[in-house]
């Protein structure tokens, strides 16, 4: 019989619901002669800087790099 901790992990199908976010998106490409590292640099400050998260990369047949990055759009608050 198994334990009670894996009666409880494995008692049915687990559904993952994520909360409805929003996010903005930003692309941005270099070409196939941009250095590795300036290119990193880049992203880094932009993560860094302006909160923006890697979403997703492409490089494409003629070598040029998209990058699609992204950041949550955070409501405002109006006090009053």
Request: proline share 6%; charged share 25%.
């Amino acid at each position: 019989m198994p334990s009670t901790l894996a009666q409880i992990i494995y008692s049915g199908p687990m559904k993952r619901q994520r909360p409805a976010m929003t996010y903005e998106f930003r692309k941005v490409s270099f070409s196939r002669d941009t250095p590795r590292t300036v290119s990193l640099q880049e992203l880094n400050d932009e993560a860094e800087y302006g909160k923006w998260e890697l979403a997703r990369t492409r490089i494409s047949m003629g070598g040029t790099k998209t990058v699609w990055l992204r950041r949550k759009i955070m409501p405002l608050t109006l006090s009053s």
